[in-house]
């Protein structure tokens, strides 16, 4: 097993917004009054143009959301899912934290590395038209709920509530309403995300396959294949409704929210789907959100392998990366071109996935035996 220099452990206290710290190159504004009256992609400007997210869309503490475009190549589409935390009870949802577990705003900075990096020959969707969904609702973007929670006394203060504006599936349905009007018959459609925004993946994979049955369609997730079931933050959120809006998860259990059915019952639906995901066998932020979840929780690594084990078998287009180390998220940062495990670099690895070209399991020697 081939062994990287990327066991760096991040500090937990600033796991809630890893994925938006990354600097960014100047971003349009396109006033949009609503997502369905969004300029043309005719009208967009070369690199990220800001869409306003229209009156269903707000950001967990009240302010307005926003998505972001870059024009590209209409045959060929990415949407990514950003991360930024998560939360469903008054401790980690409260707003006056430090650090604060969850994005709470639109993060006005796009990234500019990893799979962003367009200066880079070998950027496998380099040309891709890009739309990034960004995350500010705490709800891994199928929230569809406004929750009060009650924080007790404590040091001197009295009790107080917070409202939490849990509304990531408007907010994303924004978005997919601007792809719908603008991206007419996409051939290639990467959904991919990390953290946070990994963990909806294949719930809008199934969308997006659902809406262009001649496109192939590729989800990718980036750390969180550790993740099981969540029905406490599911009842915070109010996913119900988001997702028996879908065609594809009509038949779900929505009293067993489980992160693996997503994949089975997007599966289903859509053969054409191929299924995919990236994580560090330790990563800590992973390990965080699970203790937190329940507190006897395995280990990353035994979640992770026996999730990849139990999805190989339900799902023949599935297949993942696993790489050694602590590190939470690489698809958009540099280490995304240099990382190699077992001689298979991830760059070339997702160039491949992205192309329709066959890829295998990479680093299951890594998992624990159980």
Not at 208 to 229: C, I, M, T, W
Request: hydrophobic letters at 40%.
């Amino acid at each position: 097993m081939t062994r990287t220099n990327l066991d760096r452990r991040p500090s937990a206290c600033a796991i809630a917004i890893i994925a938006l710290m990354l600097t960014a190159p100047a971003v349009h504004a396109q006033s949009a009054g609503q997502a369905g009256a969004s300029p043309s992609s005719q009208t967009l400007e070369p690199g990220w143009n800001r869409i306003d997210g229209g009156p269903s869309t707000i950001c967990s503490l009240g302010s307005p959301y926003a998505f972001f475009v870059a024009p590209g190549d209409a045959r060929r589409l990415m949407v990514y899912f950003a991360g930024g935390g998560a939360c469903w009870n008054a401790e980690l949802c409260d707003d006056k934290a430090r650090p604060r577990r969850y994005s709470a705003a639109v993060n006005p900075q796009r990234p500019r590395t990893g799979i962003f990096d367009t200066t880079r020959a070998d950027n496998p969707v380099r040309d891709f038209t890009k739309v990034f969904v960004p995350y500010c609702t705490a709800d891994v973007h199928l929230g569809a709920r406004t929750t009060t929670y009650t924080l007790p006394p404590s040091n001197g203060e009295p009790e107080r509530t917070i409202e939490i504006h849990h509304n990531g599936g408007a907010n994303a349905d924004a978005a997919l309403k601007w792809i719908y009007a603008h991206v007419a018959a996409p051939q290639t459609i990467l959904v991919t995300g990390q953290s946070a925004g990994s963990a909806a993946t294949p719930f809008y994979a199934a969308v997006l396959a659902e809406r262009y049955p001649a496109a192939r369609v590729v989800q990718l997730g980036d750390a969180s294949n550790a993740y099981e079931g969540a029905g406490a933050a599911a009842a915070s959120w109010g996913v119900n409704a988001r997702l028996r809006a879908a065609k594809a998860f009509r038949d779900l259990d929505t009293t067993k929210f489980n992160y693996l059915s997503l994949f089975e019952l997007a599966a289903r639906s859509s053969p054409r789907i191929t299924f995919a995901v990236v994580n560090s066998v330790d990563d800590s932020t992973q390990a965080f959100y699970l203790r937190s979840l329940d507190d006897k929780s395995p280990t990353t690594a035994t979640m992770l392998a026996r999730h990849d084990r139990e999805l190989s078998q339900a799902i023949p287009g599935y297949h993942s990366y696993t790489y050694p180390g602590w590190m939470h998220t690489i698809i958009g940062r540099p280490e995304f071109y240099t990382l190699a495990v077992d001689g298979i670099r991830l760059r070339d690895w997702v160039a491949q996935l992205v192309d329709g070209s066959p890829v295998r399991s990479v680093g299951t020697a890594l998992f624990p035996r159980e």
